[in-house]
């Protein structure tokens, strides 16, 4: 599912897949995010990151390749098109190579990086990643689907364990997708940092500038327009 | 003698989730919420779906890293240690 650099969205530049070996989820959303990018990633980093001191092409690529998606995907929440994103990393890059002794390790790597992509999307941005008042937005569930009393009148339907089953999983990545794009950029950048890309909710807040309490919202918003998209892919309101 | 905060309705939980998720929730939330919870299996069902949608959105493949990509970083790092390696 790639993206023309004009028309459309520039957002949406994953593959309408899903990875095929499920994730096993831990019981909290937040160790989870931390666990998706597993011990053998930051590791990999860490080796890259040495190789690349000494002057290794090849390590620079690997990494620039290990988190391209990352970054290209946040970029294209501040600037309005994907090849202006594209020339946003790539100048991220190259200021981390002239500054490649700086990173300290006091973050990940991938937190480091996104941090010095964000203040360069920034300065480049034409559109800025507008400061949507917090306060009004739609209710995670529509409010009909609710009694006077507050009780679920029209509850939801069961579909959790034949989700990828009935739809598919190019289907379900398309829905996550559509999603995605639909939704206000700095909403949609702290789902994708969470849920996608692995930061917890201390380096999302550092990289976006958020206060946890604004992160907390915003990752409530995404996470239930996911939720009702996938509902409504299957057909259950 | 323990005081019981008011119960939460459903209305209320489905504000409620992501946070409960995250860990966020004050205790007294918490354990409203998770005493509603073991009384509705409505709840239980949208909190299941919450975390079905978290899994799902983490296994979002990421986007292929071209051929021509990898030219370009490629050009960049040569274009840098030429840069570097310039007399001042």
């Known amino acids: 599912m790639t993206i023309s650099g004009t028309a459309g969205a520039p957002w949406s530049c994953a593959p309408a897949v899903l990875r095929p ?36 092409e090849a390590a620079f690529v690997a990494l620039v390749a290990a988190h391209h998606d990352a970054m290209l995907r946040l970029a294209s929440n501040f600037v ?96 996550i997708n559509a999603a995605l794009e639909q939704m206000p950029p700095r909403q949609r950048a702290v789902v994708t940092l969470r849920d996608i890309d692995g930061l917890d909710s201390d380096e999302v807040c550092a990289v976006l500038s958020l206060s946890q309490a604004n992160q907390r919202v915003l990752l409530h918003r995404g996470r239930s327009q996911l939720r009702r998209a996938l509902e409504t892919a299957l057909g259950g309101s | 003698m323990l005081l019981r905060g008011r119960p939460m309705v459903c209305q209320e939980v489905v504000e409620l989730v992501s946070d409960y998720l995250e860990g966020a929730l004050p205790r007294g939330e918490r354990r409203r919420l998770e005493r509603h919870l073991a009384g509705c299996p409505h709840c239980t069902e949208y909190l299941a779906q919450m975390r079905e949608t978290i899994r799902l959105t983490g296994r979002l493949v990421p986007g292929d890293f071209t051929p021509q990509m990898r030219e370009e970083f490629t050009e960049l790092f040569r274009r840098w240690r030429e840069d570097e390696d310039e007399p001042l």
């Open chain 1, 21 to 56: 070996v499920p994730w096993e989820m831990p019981s909290t959303a937040s160790r989870a995010s931390r666990d998706r990018r597993t011990v053998k990633a930051v590791d990999d980093d860490a080796r890259l990151l040495e190789r690349l001191r000494a002057g290794d």
């Open chain 1, 80 to 175: 309005s098109s994907r090849a202006v994103a594209e020339e946003v990393v790539q100048d991220t890059w190259l200021g981390v190579l002239r500054g490649i002794d700086r990173f300290e390790g006091r973050s990940t790597l991938r937190t480091w990086l996104l941090a010095i992509l964000v203040n360069r999307a920034r300065t480049t941005g034409v559109r800025e990643a507008r400061s949507i008042a917090v306060g009004d937005a739609a209710p995670a569930v529509d409010r009909a689907r609710f009694d006077a009393a507050g009780a679920w009148s029209s509850p939801p339907e069961h579909w959790v364990e034949d989700a990828e089953e009935r739809l598919g999983a190019a289907a379900l990545a398309s829905q």
